[in-house]
Nanobody, 118 residues
């Protein structure tokens, strides 16, 4: 089984920064993709960014230039540096892991709250 443990959420003022971390443990196979989704109250969960093991990324347009994802493959850990935060970034952020070996599986973290407010 696989577990994803997130950390780093909190309350920040507009224009501030936060760094989220997500550590995956258990039976993790390659290839795999890790990433972050978010869900604001009353809205559907949306993709924020994905990162492959080779470092290639796919960002939500509204966070490009403000958020940066990185990963440490040796530690199966992914990081999300969030700068210039806006109130509309307020949401629960979920870490995700998708694998295709031995079968297609998708895992979620428990979620961490990010609140951007003055």
């Amino acid at each position: 089984q696989v577990q994803l443990v997130e950390s780093g959420g909190g309350l920040v003022q507009p224009g501030g920064s936060l760094r989220l971390s997500c550590a995956a443990s258990g039976s993790i196979f390659s290839p795999n993709v890790m990433g972050w989704y978010r869900q604001a109250p009353g809205r559907e969960r949306e993709l924020v960014v994905l990162i492959n093991r080779d470092g290639s990324t796919n960002y939500l347009d509204s966070v490009k230039g403000r958020f940066t994802i990185s990963r440490d493959n040796a530690k199966n850990t992914v990081y999300l540096q969030m700068n210039s935060l806006k109130p509309e970034d307020t949401a629960v952020y979920y870490c995700s892991l998708t694998m295709w070996t031995p079968i297609y599986t998708h895992y979620w973290g428990q979620g961490t709250q990010v609140t951007v407010s003055s």
